[in-house]
């Protein structure tokens, strides 16, 4: 938070200015590389760096979300790519904390990680391998912008699942109760966690899709919660 | 049946977010449940008749009239003149509302309304009483409309306007035009049924030609100087089938149009002109049995938006497109939403359940050419006065391929999603 998108200072000043959470949002590329040691196992970085269970990720900055041919991604992060997602510093933050809530049917099996100060260091070391490594940390792609992860506070706000089933009447036009996935995503069973993030990314407009911006945008937090209450248990 | 208090202290404003018990009212068909009759079962009055029946849990009896017993929907129906959908994939039939929500379908004609015994007629001679009645019947022609056409010319120059027999017409007529003939359109005035409408028909009239007939001509004769997505379509229309299709807006007699049926012309500012296919589609007013009921004003029926009452009776809920309530355009995705507002309101009055504050949402799709889909839409809340839109999007020009053909499966996921949501 508070990080000004229009800083132009040099990188000596800014340094020497810097408090101690600012370095934390950008992060320290050498601790990164030990970081990265985690995900080394499914994905690769660098010269000569190739898919393997993961895409590789030379270019990550700047590039559209499920961007690499002759790479299967999940259909989510798919259509996300459609949609015009292009993957940037707070993107990737979002989705490295917690993979499923950013895509629920992502492919990637990891948990996410919760340390803010270790993403910033991983993402200043893979942004290493991006385009313009050099403007590091002015770069727009590499700062880090407002803090989007859901306040525990929202997370912990109970739903009516009975107000969600009234609410989700508008949902249900075009999300299927079948949990068909075909065009639209289903959305019946979802984790209410996971359902409270996704629905904070749109109104947030973090996840880009325009229908959803619009309908998380006018949803109160605890209309939210009301519908991951339903939502949750919903059943065909 | 709990209801968190906590819910509704959020940063909404309190009247909004609100919800309300009511008391039942007594109810006139004195034995018995409480009596629902919904006329139509279209778009807006099968919701309704399924949510009434769903929610009430048995607790109210839901009788639904409508003549036809395959219900085709008109959204979709251009993709079907297209060639994108066969006919049968866009009928839907009343079997589920019947066996699985109960409710009593009645294929029949509603003829008379009287408010003061609440009770409804049909063709058929029977008479209906009811404690709420929803009226979704949707539109007709507005007479003397368009000069030298009337409903008995629907088989020389179709509107296609009501899906089904229409729509296979106008098909079977466009494929059967000779090499290098004209297709004409005469496009409707403001307010009418599904905006894009014709100008998605437009371009799945231009992809079939293009195919079929390279050499043909569209000619749209239209009353407005602007449509919806209009940047879109023309952006759409250039790029995909240039030089085919042209568009006569009022400034150049676009509004100053005759038909003559038997000699297949049209006359446009004067100048006649010979054509194969002539699409007329009319101005349009609220479904008869609005007039019949006598809750119209001018065309259409005045609702209230918080619940879709009709503002002259309120034993009476008008939805979809025969319903004047403000900003929302008329289309199958809106009167599906009110329908939703409308069941809430009728179950509140009849069983005492919860009154949420009214939402309603909307969007529409067309398709251009083959992937190449857009979408326009927008979320609404009631208002005293109207139901006023808040926010809302649209496609942007210049898009690429990828967003194109995402927004194209998109509007097939919808339909599948949206036409369960009304027939179950
Ligand atoms: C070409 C075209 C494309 C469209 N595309 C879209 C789209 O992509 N998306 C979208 O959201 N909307 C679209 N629409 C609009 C949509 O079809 C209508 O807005 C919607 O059907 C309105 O619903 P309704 O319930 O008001 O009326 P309808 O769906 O027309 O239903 C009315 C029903 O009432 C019955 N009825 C009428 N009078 C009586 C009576 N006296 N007694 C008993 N029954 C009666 C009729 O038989 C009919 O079945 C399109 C429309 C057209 C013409």
Redesign the interface.
């Known amino acids: 938070m508070g990080w000004n998108r229009h800083i132009t200072l040099s990188l000596v000043a800014l340094f020497a200015t810097a408090s101690p959470s600012l370095s934390n949002e950008i992060g320290d590329a050498d601790k990164g590389a030990a970081v990265f040691k985690e995900c080394s196992s499914c994905h690769s970085v660098g010269q000569g760096a190739k898919n393997r269970v993961g895409p590789h990720l030379n270019g990550i900055f700047g590039r559209r979300a499920a961007g690499l041919d002759g790479f299967r991604y999940s259909n989510g992060l798919t259509r996300m790519g459609k949609d015009g997602l292009v993957w940037d510093f707070d993107l990737l933050d979002r989705y490295v904390e917690n993979p499923k809530a950013f895509a629920s049917d992502t492919r990637m099996a990891y948990k996410g990680l919760k340390d803010a100060g270790q993403r910033a260091d991983l993402l200043a070391y893979l942004r290493r391998y991006s385009d313009d490594p050099g403007n590091i940390p002015e770069a727009a792609p590499t700062m880090a912008g407002t803090d989007h992860s859901v306040d525990a506070a929202i997370l912990a706000i109970q739903g009516d699942p009975e107000y969600g089933e009234y609410l989700s009447s508008e949902c249900t036009s075009c999300h299927q109760l079948s949990g068909d996935n075909d065009g639209i995503p289903g959305i019946i069973g979802w984790p209410a966690e996971d359902f409270v993030v996704a629905m904070h990314a749109y109104k947030d407009k973090f996840r880009p899709h325009p229908v959803m911006q619009m309908m998380a945008g006018r949803l109160s937090n605890e209309e939210i919660a009301a519908l991951a209450a339903y939502f949750e248990v919903a059943g065909p | 049946?709990?209801?968190?208090r906590?819910?509704?202290m959020?940063?909404?404003a309190a009247g909004a977010?609100a919800?309300t018990l009511a008391t039942p009212a007594a109810h006139a068909s004195n034995q018995g449940k409480p009596k629902v009759v919904v006329i139509g079962g279209g778009a807006g009055g099968a919701t309704a008749a399924r949510?009434v029946a769903k929610d009430s849990k048995g607790e109210i009896d839901v009788t639904l009239i409508e003549p036809t017993r395959s219900y085709y929907t008109c959204f979709f129906s251009n993709l079907y003149i297209g060639g994108f959908r066969e006919l049968n994939s866009i009928a839907h039939s009343y079997g589920t509302l019947a066996s699985e929500y109960g409710v009593n379908v009645v294929h029949d004609w509603a003829v008379g309304i009287d408010r003061a015994a609440r009770t409804v007629t049909l063709a058929g001679g029977a008479t209906l009483s009811y404690d709420r009645l929803i009226l979704s019947p949707g539109i007709d022609f507005v007479e003397g409309a368009v000069d030298g056409w009337d409903v008995s010319h629907q088989n020389a120059m179709p509107h296609a306007y009501k899906a089904g027999s229409q729509s296979e017409l106008l098909k079977a007529q466009i494929e059967a035009m000779p090499e290098g003939g004209t297709f004409a359109m005469v496009a409707p005035p403001n307010p009418f049924r599904c905006p894009p409408g014709p100008y998605e028909r437009i371009s799945m009239v231009a992809h079939v030609l293009k195919a079929k007939n390279p050499t043909a001509k569209i000619i749209v004769a239209d009353p407005k100087d602007k449509f919806s997505k209009m940047a879109l379509f023309q952006e759409g229309w250039g790029l995909h089938y240039d030089g085919m299709i042209d568009w006569i807006g009022p400034d150049f007699g676009g509004g100053d149009v005759s038909v003559n049926p038997d000699a297949m012309t049209l006359t446009i500012d004067g100048e006649e002109t010979k054509v194969d296919v002539c699409n007329v589609i009319p101005a349009m007013k609220a479904g008869r049995i609005c007039e019949i009921a006598g809750i119209t004003d001018g065309n259409w029926a005045p609702v209230n938006p918080h619940t879709m009452q009709s503002r002259m009776d309120e034993n009476i809920h008008v939805l979809g497109d025969a319903s004047q309530q403000g900003d929302m355009p008329k289309s199958g995705?809106a009167a599906?939403?009110q329908a939703?507002v409308a069941a809430?309101a009728v179950r509140s009055a009849l069983t005492g359940s919860?009154l949420?504050p009214a939402?309603f949402?909307n969007?529409c799709w067309s398709l251009i050419d083959s992937d190449d889909g857009v979408?326009v839409?927008?979320?609404y809340e009631a208002t005293d006065e109207k139901i006023a839109k808040?926010?809302?999007?649209i496609s942007q020009t210049g898009e690429d391929a990828?967003?194109r053909?995402?927004t194209y499966?998109?509007?097939?996921?919808?339909y599948?999603?949206?036409t369960?949501?009304m027939f179950g």
């Open positions: 049946m709990k209801l968190n906590r819910l509704f959020g940063g909404v977010a919800a949510y995705f599906n939403s939703k809430m919860k949420f939402k949402t969007t979408k839409g927008a979320s808040v926010d809302g999007f990828e967003l053909k995402t499966e998109e509007s097939i996921g919808w599948a999603g949206i369960s949501d």
